[in-house]
């Protein structure tokens, strides 16, 4: 049971032109989203994140958008930067009965930003 | 600050066989988190270390289990080694756990043949 899905594996991008990673979920009940970026070899690394309650957040080249009722989260990137090639995952968190929160994570979208 | 660290980086085990793998969280975190990544299926949620319990628990095989010592650092174990294991393990440390500050690290590559 995917709860949270990446549906493009990869998108290419020109240098300069805007990045729109999207994102889709099923659970309600995920209080915040999150997306990682990742290079090979390396661990993920946070990126920014967007609380349920609000729709838009902003950072620098980084925007996320959340449409709660479509269950859709997106992530622009302009410019984009040859440097963003790298691996982008969505995360949704949710309470768990246990305590503390758990990420659950979409399957990655590889982004390629050509020159 | 250091940040959190997976030892070892690579390792290469045969069929049947068990192995452990490291992580020693930021200074400070109690919370440690083990993740499987493999090609397509993105990042597969083991368990969840917090003050030495395991607080939750992912749908993985018994053949798959955990530990956290006094000092945060955890280990992970996995028995009988499957070809299927091969994969990109995950730690990720934070202070409360879950969620939002999450550190990862590079990870250990296990490649099971």
């Known amino acids: 049971d995917q709860q949270v899905k990446q549906n493009s594996p990869s998108l290419s991008v020109q240098e300069g032109r805007i990045s729109i990673l999207n994102c889709d979920y099923t659970n309600s009940m995920f209080d915040y989203f999150l997306w990682y970026k990742k290079y090979p070899a390396e661990g993920p690394t946070f990126l920014i994140s967007?609380?349920?309650?609000?729709d838009k957040n902003e950072d620098g080249r980084f925007t996320v958008f959340l449409n709660k009722s479509a269950k859709h989260l997106s992530l622009h990137i302009v410019p984009s930067q040859p440097g963003d090639s790298a691996v982008y995952f969505c995360?949704?968190?949710?309470?768990?009965?246990?305590?503390?929160?758990?990420?659950?994570f979409g399957t990655g979208t590889q982004l390629k930003v050509e020159l | 600050k250091a940040g959190v660290t997976q030892t070892p980086r690579y390792l290469i085990k045969t069929r049947g066989q068990q192995v452990t793998l490291s992580c020693s969280p930021i200074?400070?975190?109690?919370?440690v988190s083990w993740y499987q990544q493999t090609p397509g299926q993105g990042l597969q949620f083991l368990f969840e270390?917090?003050?030495?319990?395991?607080?939750n628990k992912g749908n993985f095989p018994g053949r798959f289990s955990g530990r956290q010592f006094s000092n945060s650092r955890s280990e992970m174990n996995v028995s009988t080694l499957e070809l299927g294991d091969s994969a990109l393990y995950l730690c990720?440390?934070?202070?409360?756990?879950?969620?939002?500050?999450?550190?990862f690290g590079s990870g250990t590559r296990l490649t099971v043949v």
């Open positions: 967007i609380s349920s309650i609000k």
């Open positions: 995360a949704a968190s949710a309470l768990v009965t246990g305590g503390g929160n758990k990420l659950t």
């Open positions: 990720a440390s934070s202070l409360t756990g879950g969620g939002l500050g999450y550190t």
């Open positions: 200074s400070g975190h109690r919370s």
């Open positions: 270390y917090f003050s030495e319990t395991q607080r």
